[in-house]
């Protein structure tokens, strides 16, 4: 089965307390443009994360707001900020690096910095014709000059969900894909 891919750059994702801290009380948070998936996009604004050892300016706010802080980088991010953050599915916050998000208006410093599993996106529906369950492992097949198999992907099955595999910019590059290029699920 063929599927699109989606490149997911490092990100953020923050609590509506978080934002008031960052951006001034009772901040909306503005959108820049719609994500594929339903009502999540990627925000005008944008914040500093930093460690003791360096920092990355502009990062991306995604929303809307969450019930949970989260920073997502890539290992080669990680390499920069001098970090060694665990590889969770998102919401899995437990092991996660501490990280300082800097703002105009003030900065948090909190344990919420992972490196996100490979997913799929999966709406209920298609989830029960392929007969998967939420945290299902599954396995890519790319085709190209560097292509191969991708192990260890993950099903998120969501309300709505535009059928999706996402990668970091790590992966994506190793393999030389580009956002919305074909892979192929793998169904035994």
Do not use: W
């Not at 008031?20 to 914040?47: H, M, P, S, W």
């Not at 665990?86 to 909190?110: M, Q």
């Not at 890519?140 to 059928?163: C, F, Q, T």
């Amino acid at each position: 089965m063929k599927i699109h891919v989606g490149i997911s750059n490092r990100h953020i994702h923050l609590t509506k307390e978080s934002v008031d801290i960052l951006f001034g009380k009772d901040y909306e948070l503005t959108k820049r443009n719609n994500l594929t998936q339903d009502d999540q996009f990627a925000c005008n604004e944008t914040v500093t994360i930093k460690t003791n050892k360096s920092f990355i300016a502009n990062v991306r706010i995604l929303g809307p707001v969450r019930s949970y802080n989260q920073v997502e980088i890539s290992r080669t991010d990680s390499f920069k900020l001098g970090i060694n953050p665990p590889v969770r599915n998102s919401g899995d916050l437990v092991g996660s690096e501490a990280i300082t998000i800097i703002g105009p208006k003030g900065e948090i410093t909190i344990n919420a910095c992972i490196i996100a599993n490979r997913h799929i996106h999966i709406s209920p529906e298609k989830a029960r014709e392929l007969n998967f369950l939420n945290d299902d492992i599954v396995k890519i097949k790319i085709n190209g000059a560097k292509g191969g198999i991708l192990d260890d992907v993950h099903i998120k099955i969501m309300k709505d969900a535009y059928l999706e595999l996402h990668l970091d910019t790590d992966d994506g590059n190793a393999f030389l894909l580009n956002q919305q290029d074909e892979v192929e699920l793998l169904i035994d």
